[in-house]
């Protein structure tokens, strides 16, 4: 827990992480936590899609594809749901199964319940087993830097951000990373179908 702390204190500490910037960018992303510390560790109260009060450890017990996301964000973030999308179709159909798609927004005044919803009926996910969250400014911050994600607000309500897709085992702990957009989908596969 203390590797986790260190890592928080150094990436919000980051100058400029919340100035604005102009336009939309993505960012690169920073360093995740260690693989040994479970993220259920940061606790905090979400909400969900469907407007229920839950907590990260209700994903506990299976294996998890997490990213953060925006819902106005016109670029990359549908783009990162697309590549969620292709990861989870090149998974064997029993395994797709299992796994838990978790997607929490950097943005929790706009991205309500009913606007998260929404969004992910249009892009046409299994919502039993995909998940948009949001929660307080201040856990999305925390998460974010557990799982190596930067972003600054923009001006005109854009959200610059890094792009990244982190497989968790079944206690929450970092197995995989996927940085960037359109990046291939093997390194998540392979170490999906090692954890069955």
Avoid at 12 to 37: C, I, R
Avoid at 105 to 120: H, I, V, Y
Avoid at 132 to 155: C, H
Wanted: net charge negative.
């Amino acid at each position: 827990m203390k590797t986790l702390a260190l890592l928080l204190a150094g990436l919000l500490a980051v100058p400029g992480l919340a100035a604005a910037a102009e336009g939309h960018e993505t960012l690169p992303a920073a360093e995740a936590a260690t693989a040994d510390e479970s993220i259920y560790l940061i606790g905090g109260d979400y909400e969900s899609h469907d407007g229920k009060k839950v907590s990260l450890e209700i994903l506990r017990g299976k294996p998890v594809l997490i990213s953060m996301f925006y819902g106005t964000c016109p670029h990359a973030c549908p783009m990162l749901i697309t590549d969620l999308k292709r990861v989870e179709q090149a998974l064997p159909e029993a395994l797709r199964e299992k796994v838990q798609v978790v997607l929490v927004t950097f943005d929790p005044a706009r991205d309500t319940p009913a606007s998260m919803k929404a969004l992910l009926e249009a892009h046409r996910v299994d919502t039993g087993r995909w998940t948009m969250m949001r929660t307080a400014p201040e856990k999305v911050q925390e998460l974010a830097a557990v799982l190596g994600i930067k972003y600054r607000f923009a001006a005109g309500g854009a959200i610059n951000h890094s792009t990244v897709i982190t497989l968790l085992d079944a206690e929450g702990r970092i197995v995989e990373r996927l940085e960037g957009l359109r990046q291939p989908e093997g390194p998540l596969v392979e170490k999906l179908t090692a954890m069955k």
